[in-house]
């Protein structure tokens, strides 16, 4: 089993940073990808971003040239720094990898419990 573990979640004004950071652990034998999605009430989980294990990197429109997804593979860990935040960025956030437990084995999808990101107004 693959566990998720995500921090830096809060409260910040309009226009100011958060950095979001997520550690796997578990029986991971392979992380192909790693990421960031977002759900707000009543509304469907979106990819926010994602990033590869050759380091390409993924962002939703909405966040591109404000967000920046970053890893340490050694470390399994994952941040998501979050700039120029707006109140339409106020939602859950969550971790997921794209992962094997075992040589051979089908990659599945692990997430986290997520993390509260409210910006006000």
């Known amino acids: 089993q693959v566990q998720l573990v995500e921090s830096g979640g809060g409260l910040v004004q309009a226009g100011g940073s958060l950095k979001l950071s997520c550690t796997a652990s578990?029986?991971?034998?392979?992380?192909?990808?790693m990421g960031w999605y977002r759900q707000g009430q009543g509304s469907q989980r979106e990819l926010v971003a994602v990033?590869?294990?050759?380091?390409?990197?993924n962002y939703a429109d909405s966040v591109k040239g404000r967000f920046t997804i970053s890893r340490d593979s050694a470390r399994n860990t994952v941040w998501l720094q979050m700039n120029s935040l707006e109140p339409e960025d106020t939602d859950v956030y969550y971790c997921?990898?794209?992962?094997?437990?075992?040589?051979?084995?089908?990659?599945?999808?692990?997430w986290g419990q997520g993390t509260q990101v409210t910006v006000s107004s």
């Open positions: 578990g029986s991971i034998f392979s992380i192909l990808a």
């Open positions: 997921y990898t794209e992962a094997t437990t075992g040589w051979g084995l089908i990659p599945y999808d692990y």
């Open positions: 990033i590869t294990s050759g380091g390409s990197t």
